[in-house]
């Protein structure tokens, strides 16, 4: 199975901030990378698809790029409603897995 | 507009089954595969399998062979995921999500909740 790394576990940032998540793959997945933020009680929200391709209706604010095996989420001018949970996802190959998560709490 | 409509929550004892359903609307049904995953309470997001709603086909995470089982109803549009042999660590909130354009999850259900408990 292929291990998906996340750093850091938790980040505080304050609004405004810019900040980065970093998704690592223990092998090479080319750019079969997903994103997803999800808030408490929620389901997840798609992000990001093929490591740099925004899904429909999420705000340029995000933006993702890598290939291989090191990717990055990054999110700029942080608003109160981006405070979440992340997750990277490689869907390269079956078993499908996922991050364990990056928690982003408000400074 | 896309929409994923889960079943509600279930409280089930070990050793029970569960069937969770995903009711789709607002596309092509057939042309769309669809995951299950799940999710303990604060633990992260476990993928447990998928199905081609098309020819029924399926593939399953490697932990859940042999007690789960994902099927389809192409006149209503609903997938079904069902998990037999329950035990407390099945306590999860259980999410169907569209395999999008691209291959990546798009369309999530809103989940599940299911407690297994003596």
């Known amino acids: 199975d292929i291990q998906m790394t996340q750093s850091p576990s938790s980040l505080s940032a304050s609004v405004g901030d810019r900040v980065t998540i970093t998704c690592r793959a223990s092998q090479g997945i080319s750019n079969y990378l997903a994103w997803f933020q999800q808030k408490p009680g929620k389901a997840p929200k798609s992000l990001i698809y093929a490591a740099s391709s925004l899904q429909s209706g999420v705000p340029s604010k995000f933006s993702g790029s890598g290939s291989g095996t090191d990717f990055i989420l990054t999110i700029s001018s942080l608003q109160p409603e981006d405070f979440a949970t992340y997750y990277c996802q490689q869907y390269n190959s079956y078993p499908i897995t996922f991050g364990q998560g990056t928690r982003l709490e408000i400074k | 507009q896309v929409q994923l409509v889960q079943s509600g929550a279930e409280v089930k004892k070990p050793g029970a089954s569960v069937k969770v359903s995903c009711k789709t609307s607002?596309?092509?049904?057939?042309?769309?595969?669809m995951h299950w995953v799940r999710q303990a309470p604060r633990q992260g997001l476990e993928w447990m399998g998928i199905i081609n709603p098309s020819g029924g086909g399926t593939s399953y995470a490697q932990k859940l062979q042999g007690r789960v089982t994902m099927t389809r109803d192409t006149s209503t549009s609903t997938v079904y995921m069902e998990l037999s042999s329950l035990r407390s660590e099945d306590t999860a909130v259980y999410f169907c999500?569209?395999?999008?354009?691209?291959?990546?999850?798009?369309?999530w259900g809103q989940g599940t909740l299911v407690t297994v408990s003596s």
């Open positions: 607002g596309y092509s049904f057939t042309s769309y595969y």
């Open positions: 999500a569209r395999r999008g354009d691209f291959s990546a999850p798009d369309y």
